[in-house]
């Protein structure tokens, strides 16, 4: 099977157009595991209706008066005071609320910036402790496969997990096709379930689409 799988990805990076825009034209495998490899993860949470997961335990809604509330957890500690005005040593769940769409810009990639908005007049800041919040299970699980795995697995519309891995050919081939098809078919080896080859052009705005040749490294060593 990681034969075929290494076949298929060396096929599929010999298929990419020579571009000076390499970055874009990739090389992608979409890995699926077994209906039965994550049963022991906690369910995920949620802060309720309305609200769309945009990062790792961070949440935005839109509400109908023209606010947008962000739900942050695990956050801090940072040099500023604690929820209850002592000295910030432990871990808290920000909800924040605002009119103003800038104290979200960070919101899809350093979360924990939200805190940027403390004290400001027309912001609406709830914290709660971490320790005991019902998302503090699943996190403190995932934390775990990361640090022994590596890497993060999807929860996908399905129900099951997946982990999607690209390179771009064109950038490298030693960079790009065969650490992929070594992570792959160590990543197939470990865990089993299934792998689609394709070839794909990423959005210009979609830096993310191609896993870092670290993670590929990485994922080697499983």
Same mark, same amino acid.
Request: glycine residues 8%; negative net charge.
């Given at each position: 099977?990681?034969?075929?799988?290494?076949?298929?990805?060396?096929? /599929?990076?010999? %298929?990419?157009?020579?571009?000076?825009?390499?970055?874009?034209?990739?090389?992608?495998?979409?890995? +699926?595991?077994?209906g039965d490899t994550f049963t022991d993860a906690p369910a995920p949470w949620s802060p309720?209706?309305?609200?769309?997961?945009?990062?790792?335990?961070?949440?935005?809604?839109?509400?109908? =008066?023209?606010?947008? +509330?962000?739900?942050?957890?695990?956050?801090?500690? @940072?040099?500023?005071?604690?929820?209850?005005? !002592?000295?910030?040593?432990?871990?808290?769940?920000?909800?924040?609320t605002s009119a103003d769409s800038e104290v979200f810009a960070w919101l899809d990639d @350093?979360?924990?910036?939200?805190?940027?908005?403390? !004290?400001?007049? =027309?912001?609406?800041?709830?914290?709660?402790?971490?320790?005991?919040?019902?998302?503090? +299970?699943?996190?403190?699980?995932?934390?775990?496969?990361?640090?022994?795995?590596?890497?993060?697995?999807?929860?996908?519309?399905?129900?099951?997990?997946?982990?999607?891995?690209a390179c771009a050919p064109n950038d490298s081939w030693e960079l790009g096709p065969r650490?992929? /098809?070594?992570?792959?078919?160590?990543?197939?080896? /470990?865990?089993? !379930?299934?792998?689609?080859?394709?070839?794909?052009?990423?959005?210009?705005? =979609?830096?993310? +689409?191609?896993?870092?040749?670290?993670?590929? %490294?990485?994922?080697? %060593?499983?």
């Amino acid at each position: 099977m990681n034969r075929s799988l290494t076949r298929n990805i060396i096929r /599929a990076a010999r %298929r990419t157009p020579d571009s000076d825009q390499g970055f874009r034209h990739l090389v992608q495998v979409e890995h +699926t595991f077994p209906g039965d490899t994550f049963t022991d993860a906690p369910a995920p949470w949620s802060p309720g209706e309305g609200f769309t997961e945009v990062a790792g335990g961070a949440w935005l809604r839109r509400n109908s =008066d023209g606010t947008q +509330t962000a739900v942050v957890t695990d956050v801090g500690p @940072k040099q500023l005071p604690a929820a209850d005005g !002592g000295v910030w040593t432990e871990e808290e769940v920000w909800t924040v609320t605002s009119a103003d769409s800038e104290v979200f810009a960070w919101l899809d990639d @350093k979360p924990h910036r939200v805190t940027w908005a403390l !004290g400001r007049a =027309d912001v609406e800041i709830v914290r709660e402790p971490f320790t005991g919040h019902p998302h503090e +299970t699943e996190a403190h699980y995932w934390h775990e496969f990361y640090t022994r795995h590596w890497f993060m697995p999807e929860l996908r519309t399905d129900g099951r997990y997946g982990l999607t891995l690209a390179c771009a050919p064109n950038d490298s081939w030693e960079l790009g096709p065969r650490p992929l /098809a070594d992570a792959c078919g160590r990543l197939m080896a /470990a865990f089993g !379930g299934r792998a689609v080859v394709r070839n794909v052009v990423a959005d210009d705005a =979609d830096w993310r +689409t191609p896993a870092p040749v670290s993670l590929m %490294r990485r994922l080697t %060593r499983i």
